[in-house]
Structures are given as structure tokens and as C-alpha cells.
């Protein structure tokens, strides 16, 4: 079957621009996650959602950074007044229930802020 | 808080070495699970294992095999006869044994970079 998507793959702005990211989890999966990826770093926690609500938020890492998940599907990620810093692979993944968090990540959105 | 430490930042062998991935954690929590995962150079991640913290035996996979001790707080990652296929960045993460289904968030280590030489 289809694993997680992420469009677009590729984003560069400018900074000060506002920008959108998008995740389309496996069909079913009710957990989904944002991680963020710098440069020879591993990914680093934004935000998890269980169905639409957004069950732990604490990794986004200022008021910039808001994210939804109106039909408990498709998930987007929204970043207001990017900054160069902002620069990253976004992650998202997404796992079911009862499988005991094995996450299955998408390919990402690589960000580029200028 | 949750750590994970990685100290291998890279490294490189010839083909059909064996090569071993260390990871060492830290967590308060009494129950917690454990996972590796690799990155090859298209960059997707790819789950490799999952091990929650009451089981300590040792699993094998084909060539992999992996080392969890509790008492160290290790969970090494060992590639046996390795395969230039294997070169990848691999990463060791962490999270709590969560009340929502066990999902929660994962702590990532910083990576090792493996490549194998032809």
C-alpha cells in the first residue's frame, strides 16, 4: 500500500514568508508526527497528533509554528515569518494503534529559508 | 528527560567486516521502548527494530543483531559480513512507554554515518 506522503519535497522562500507543509499519513493511521531534521542532526520532535487533536505539542519550538489535523487524516504544517534558522528537513510519520509506536516516516519536505 | 548518545559519528569498513553501532540512553521512566532506524542517501527513514525495556534478549535478524543491556543502558547494533548496500546514516531513538496505545514521541540519537568500502 501507499506509505506517507509529504508535499512539497522541495520549498524555498524567502524570509519572512509564510509557508505550508503538507503530510498524507498511511490510510488509518491515527497517530501522526512532526520532526524536524538540521544538517547531520537526527530528527527532533515538533508535534504529535492522535486523531485531530494534537496530544503533545511541546517540540515547536516557538509561536511561529502551528500545525492541524481537521479530519484526523492529512495533517499541515504552518510556519509564519520564516526565518533563516527555520532551514531543515521536515519530517512527518505516522503509526496505528496497538502497534506500540513503530512510525513510518515519509520521504520530507527540505525547507530552505533565504 | 530523554537522552540518547550516539559517539560514533562515522565510520568505515571493508565489505564483509563486521561492524557494531553503539547506542547508550537515558530515561527515568521504568518502561520505555527502544528502536533503531537507517537513512540511506535518499533520505527516507527506515524501521529496522523495536524493543520495549522488559525484554532483554538479544534478537538476530539475517545479518543484523542486536545487544540491549538494561545494566549499561546500551542497545548496540551489530552488522554481520557487511554489504556496501548497508552504508546509510543509522540512528538509535527512544521513547516512553506511552499511556495513548504506546504511541509517543521518539528521542533521537545524533546518527553514525556508516560506508562500506567495495
Known amino acids: 500500500g501507499a506509505g506517507v506522503s509529504q508535499t512539497p519535497s522541495n520549498k524555498v522562500t524567502e524570509k519572512g514568508k509564510y509557508v505550508e507543509l503538507r503530510c498524507d499519513p498511511i490510510?488509518?493511521?491515527?497517530?501522526l508526527y512532526w520532526y524536524r531534521q538540521s544538517l547531520g542532526q537526527g530528527p527532533e520532535f515538533l508535534i504529535y497528533f492522535q486523531g485531530t487533536g494534537a496530544a503533545d505539542d511541546s517540540g515547536l519550538p516557538n509561536d511561529r509554528f502551528f500545525a492541524v489535523r481537521p479530519e484526523g487524516s492529512v495533517s499541515t504544517l504552518k510556519i509564519q515569518r520564516t526565518e533563516r534558522g527555520d532551514s531543515a528537513v521536515y519530517l512527518c510519520?505516522?503509526?496505528?494503534?496497538?502497534?506500540?509506536?513503530?512510525?513510518?516516516f515519509g520521504p520530507g519536505t527540505r525547507l530552505t529559508v533565504l | 528527560a530523554q537522552k540518547v548518545t550516539q559517539a560514533q559519528t562515522e565510520i568505515s569498513v571493508v565489505e564483509k567486516e563486521d561492524v557494531t553501532l553503539d547506542c547508550v540512553y537515558e530515561t527515568r521512566d521504568t518502561t520505555y521502548y527502544l528502536f533503531w532506524y537507517k537513512q540511506p542517501p535518499s533520505g527516507e527513514l527506515v524501521f529496522l527494530i523495536r524493543?520495549?525495556?522488559?525484554?532483554?534478549q538479544n534478537e538476530i535478524s539475517g545479518r543484523y543483531s542486536w545487544n540491549f543491556q538494561k545494566s549499561t543502558s546500551s542497545f548496540n547494533f551489530t552488522i554481520t559480513a557487511s554489504q556496501v548496500v548497508d552504508s546509510a546514516v543509522y540512528f538509535c531513538?527512544?521513547?516512553?512507554?506511552?499511556?495513548?496505545?504506546?504511541?509517543?514521541?521518539?528521542?533521537f540519537g545524533t546518527g553514525t554515518r556508516l560506508t562500506i568500502i567495495p
Open positions: 524493543r520495549n525495556s522488559f525484554d532483554e
Open positions: 490510510s488509518g493511521h491515527t497517530a
Open positions: 510519520a505516522s503509526s496505528l494503534e496497538h502497534l506500540y509506536n513503530e512510525q513510518f
Open positions: 531513538a527512544l521513547s516512553r512507554d506511552g499511556a495513548n496505545f504506546g504511541n509517543e514521541k521518539l528521542t
